[in-house]
C-alpha cells in the first residue's frame, strides 16, 4: 500500500510519501515540505498549496491519506493556519475517492518511538532507522509527514480503515459507506463508548 503522509501548516506543510513492505517494513518513496510566505493572504497561500498537493496526488498515487489531528494549543493563529490546511488536503483527498485517516501527535510519536512524549529529534532518528535512510530527513515537518505515514501503516492500516487497491471514485464509496470516520479503531470504541455513558 502507498501512504501519503501529511504535516499541516500554513508556513510549512510536510509530505511523505512510503510504500509498506511486509513484517512491518517501509520505504521511503519521497517527501518535501511546501512552504508559503506570510506575507502573501491565506487565500492565495492555500491556493499555493491545494495546486502542490494535487501535483502529489497525481504524481505519487496514494492509496490513503494519513494526516496529523490538529490539536488545541494556546496560539489560535497557527491553530487556525493547521486547521485550514488539513481541511484543505482532507477535502482534496475524498474528491478523488481517496480514504483520509487522522492521527494524534502522540499516537504518531508512540508508534514510531514507544513513547507519545517522545521530542521531535527522537521521532526523526527512528524514521530514519526505519526507513533505512542515509540522512535524516530535514527539515522536522518533513520527518514528520513520514511519521505520521508509517504510524498509519501500523497502526490505521491494520485497523482496517483503508483497503490496498480500494475504490478511488468518491461517488461510488459514498454509495457503498465506504466514508469512514477518521478516527483510529481506539478512538471509535472510545466514541462509541462515550455515546454509551451519555
Same mark, same amino acid.
Given at each position: 500500500?502507498r501512504i501519503l503522509g501529511?504535516?499541516?501548516? @500554513?508556513?510549512r506543510?510536510?509530505?511523505g510519501v512510503?510504500?509498506? @513492505? ?5 520505504t521511503?518513496?519521497?517527501?518535501d515540505v511546501?512552504?508559503?510566505p &506570510? +506575507?502573501? &493572504?491565506v487565500?492565495?497561500?492555500?491556493g499555493?498549496?491545494?495546486e502542490?498537493f494535487?501535483? /502529489?496526488?497525481d ?5 490513503v491519506?494519513?494526516? !496529523?489531528?490538529?490539536f488545541a $494549543?494556546n496560539?489560535?493563529s497557527?491553530i487556525?493556519? +493547521?486547521? %485550514?490546511?488539513s481541511?484543505? +488536503?482532507m477535502?482534496?483527498a475524498?474528491r ?10 502522540? !499516537? ?5 518511538t514507544?513513547?507519545g512524549?517522545?521530542?521531535k529529534?527522537q521521532?526523526t532518528?527512528m524514521v530514519? $532507522?526505519i526507513?533505512e535512510?542515509e540522512?535524516?530527513?530535514?527539515p522536522a515537518?518533513?520527518?514528520d509527514?513520514?511519521?505520521?505515514a508509517i504510524?498509519?501503516? /501500523?497502526?490505521?492500516a491494520?485497523?482496517?480503515?483503508s483497503?490496498?487497491?480500494a475504490?478511488k471514485?468518491l461517488n461510488?464509496?459514498k454509495?457503498a459507506g $465506504? %466514508?469512514?470516520?477518521g478516527?483510529t479503531?481506539a %478512538?471509535e %470504541? /472510545?466514541a462509541k ?6
Open positions: 500500500m501529511v504535516d499541516p501548516g @500554513l508556513t506543510c510536510g509530505l512510503i510504500d509498506t @513492505l511486509p513484517a512491518r517494513k517501509a521511503m518513496v519521497s517527501v511546501l512552504r508559503t &506570510s +506575507t502573501d &493572504s487565500d492565495l497561500r492555500l499555493a498549496l491545494a502542490a494535487d501535483s /502529489w496526488l504524481t505519487y498515487r496514494p492509496d491519506v494519513a494526516i !496529523e489531528r490538529v $494549543r496560539d489560535v497557527t487556525m493556519g +493547521t486547521a %485550514q490546511v481541511g484543505l +488536503t477535502g482534496l475524498a478523488r475517492g481517496l480514504p483520509v485517516a487522522m492521527h494524534t501527535p502522540s !499516537e504518531v510519536k508512540a508508534a514510531i514507544g513513547s512524549r517522545a521530542d529529534k521521532v532518528n530514519t $532507522r526507513l535512510l540522512a535524516a530527513p530535514k515537518d518533513a520527518a509527514a513520514l511519521a505520521i504510524c498509519h501503516s /501500523w497502526r490505521g491494520l485497523s482496517g480503515q483497503t490496498p487497491g475504490n471514485d461510488e464509496r454509495s $465506504r %466514508q469512514g470516520t478516527l479503531k %478512538q %470504541q /472510545w463508548a462515550l455515546r454509551k455513558a451519555k
